[in-house]
């Protein structure tokens, strides 16, 4: 995680199944992560609609049944609600925006 400076590196660690540190904003929580070779997250959902820029490494992404390949400087999104899955072949850092359901 010596990817980010040391201004990203003294917010908050994330409590998830990932190593982050973690800016709450409103309506969002912005994620500093990062991921050794060879991690795993399995398919799972969630309420927030997702994007992300990926800063070191790759993303390997699975939703739909179609696998994308994420690298340096390219953004992804995931919607709410939406079923996938990553791996992370090599070490990799992101900045990932989770966007909260808005009440009207």
């Known amino acids: 995680m010596s990817h980010f ?4 590196r003294s917010l908050p660690k994330f409590d998830g199944p990932f190593d982050a540190f973690k800016l709450e904003a409103k309506a969002c929580d912005v994620l500093f992560a990062s991921y050794p070779p060879g991690t795993v997250i399995e398919p799972h959902s969630h309420e927030t609609d997702n994007v992300g820029v990926i800063t070191q490494g790759e993303l390997i992404l699975v ?5 994308t390949r994420y690298g340096v400087g390219e953004w992804y999104h995931v919607p709410a609600q ?3 899955a990553a791996r992370f072949d090599q070490e990799t850092s992101e900045i990932e ?8």
Do not use: R, V
């Not at 925006?97 to 009207?104: G, I, L």
């Open 5 to 8: 400076p040391k201004q990203l």
């Open 63 to 67: 939703m739909d049944g179609q696998e």
């Open 82 to 84: 939406a079923m996938h």
């Open 97 to 104: 925006f989770w966007f909260y359901p808005q009440s009207e």
